[in-house]
């Protein structure tokens, strides 16, 4: 597949899609990737993959802003029926809280993922993964909430107490694919599927009648690497999610600046759109085994007359750690002549 056709696809993407409603996300997928794709787990190269990323949103709108935290680990763990074949596997916590309640959504995952490549060169690389985990709902603060009962009969109000004994639980499934090819030394590109959600999960509130459905989620992505010169790499990359009615669409163009000869050092940079909702800005840094970065959200919806165009505060890290094994000498005893 030629670099030209993988740009036109981009393009495709991004003006052939509408975003209608708006879902839980990251700006800058690079320090999340196994809440992307379970299919990436393992996918590196090195002993392990540790990374985090915490996202603050809506602060000049609300109180309480929208806060997204989540940290992982993953690691290729052991070669599968050949030296062409390996099993990875990870584990991920998140914690996503808003509101003067602190209503709160946090769990942990489970995550495994066998690579199967496709020629000797590891050139070409299909994953198949699986994710499985625990997820916890309730409020943090319900001691916040005044309810019209309780202001005007002076005594304990009934909703104060049922938001105060909420506390539901889930288990959930999720799959995903990956494929990623070399097309030369420099240029490359990766594309995936995911579904979350798989077990349809639901919860109720204090046991009423009334149920809360998880709807499945469909991600879809494709993220290139293009060489455009010695000391200077673009990396477009589309990403589209739907859960329900709702449909998220964004794409970015990134960079990557080589400061150093030896290549320990880079400098990133780029801009994105979230269809209908924000521009991206885009800044970060490489150092070493070392990845920083930051992102911006400038809110262009009808939302920005409450918000003041502020949106989302994105912070991540990455840290690639490999581990050589010390090979083992068999001792040789030299006999002297005698």
Same mark, same amino acid.
């Given at each position: 597949m030629k670099l030209s056709r993988i740009i036109i696809c981009l393009c495709i993407c991004?003006?052939?899609?509408?975003?209608?409603?708006? +879902?839980?996300?990251? $700006?800058?997928?690079?320090f999340a990737p196994l809440h992307l794709n379970p299919a990436k787990t393992g996918g590196f190269n090195g002993s392990y993959r540790v990374g985090g990323t915490y996202r603050d949103q809506f602060r000049t709108f609300i109180n309480e802003a929208y806060q997204s935290a989540g940290l992982w680990i993953d690691s290729p763990i052991i070669f599968g029926f050949?030296?062409?074949?390996? !099993?990875?596997?990870?584990?991920? =916590?998140?914690? +996503? %809280?808003?509101? +003067? =309640?602190?209503?709160?959504t946090r769990g942990v995952n489970l995550n495994a #993922?066998?690579?199967? &490549?496709? *020629? *000797?060169?590891?050139?070409?690389?299909?994953? !198949?993964? #699986?994710?499985?985990?625990?997820? %916890?709902?309730?409020?943090g603060t319900p001691e916040? #909430? %005044?309810?019209? +009962?309780? =202001?005007t009969a002076g005594g304990p109000s009934a909703d104060q107490a049922k938001i105060t004994d909420f506390n539901e639980s889930y288990s959930d499934l999720n799959v995903g694919v990956n494929f990623k090819q070399k097309l030369s030394k420099t240029n490359s590109y990766e594309f995936g599927v995911a579904m979350y959600h798989l077990l349809a999960p639901r919860f109720f509130f204090n046991s009423s009648s009334f149920v809360n459905r998880i709807e499945r989620r469909l991600n879809v992505y =494709?993220? $290139? /690497?293009? %060489?455009?010169? /010695?000391?200077?790499?673009l990396n477009p990359a589309v990403y589209y999610s739907l859960m329900g009615q709702a449909q998220i669409l964004q794409i970015q163009l990134n960079s990557k600046t080589l400061l150093t000869k030896k290549g320990s050092t880079l400098l990133t940079a780029g801009l994105g759109y979230r269809l209908n909702d924000a521009f991206q800005i885009l800044l970060g840094a490489i150092y070493k085994q070392w990845e920083f970065g930051l992102?911006? *959200?400038?809110?262009? &919806?009808?939302? &920005?007359?409450?918000?003041? &165009?502020?949106?989302?505060l994105e912070l991540g890290v990455k840290r690639y750690i490999t581990k050589f094994k010390k090979p083992k000498v068999e001792p040789i005893l030299i006999c002297p002549r005698s």
């Open positions: 991004a003006f052939g899609t509408l975003l209608t409603a708006q +879902d839980l996300h990251f $700006t800058n997928y690079n050949n030296e062409k074949q390996w !099993i990875g596997a990870g584990a991920s =916590l998140f914690n +996503d %809280q808003v509101g +003067d =309640l602190g209503f709160g #993922a066998y690579h199967f &490549s496709l *020629d *000797d060169k590891y050139e070409k690389v299909f994953a !198949i993964g #699986a994710q499985y985990g625990m997820t %916890q709902r309730g409020f916040n #909430a %005044q309810f019209a +009962d309780g =202001l =494709l993220e $290139t /690497k293009m %060489q455009a010169g /010695k000391r200077f790499q992102s911006y *959200d400038m809110t262009v &919806s009808t939302a &920005s007359e409450y918000t003041r &165009s502020v949106g989302g």
